[in-house]
């Protein structure tokens, strides 16, 4: 569970930042990185990592 968390976490914010690159250097695929990222991180990493943090305390 920990494990997946953060790998999880890590990879949709590493999406996020990537298509924000992306944008600021005006190249194809920005938004769909970007959005992509965003929402994965919302709906999948946030959720894992509250879990995680409610089951350890």
Same mark, same amino acid.
């Given at each position: 569970? /920990? /494990?997946? $968390? *953060?790998? +999880?976490? !890590?990879? *949709?914010?590493?999406? #996020?930042? %990537?298509?924000? =690159? *992306? /944008?600021?250097?005006?190249?194809?695929? $920005?938004?769909? #990185? =970007?959005? !992509?990222?965003?929402?994965? *991180? $919302? %709906?999948?990493? +946030?959720? +894992? %990592? $509250?879990?995680?943090?409610?089951?350890? #305390?």
């Amino acid at each position: 569970m /920990k /494990k997946a $968390a *953060f790998i +999880l976490s !890590t990879f *949709f914010g590493s999406l #996020a930042l %990537l298509g924000i =690159l *992306f /944008k600021v250097m005006h190249w194809p695929g $920005a938004g769909i #990185a =970007l959005v !992509t990222g965003v929402v994965g *991180f $919302a %709906l999948i990493g +946030l959720p +894992l %990592l $509250a879990v995680y943090r409610y089951r350890r #305390a």
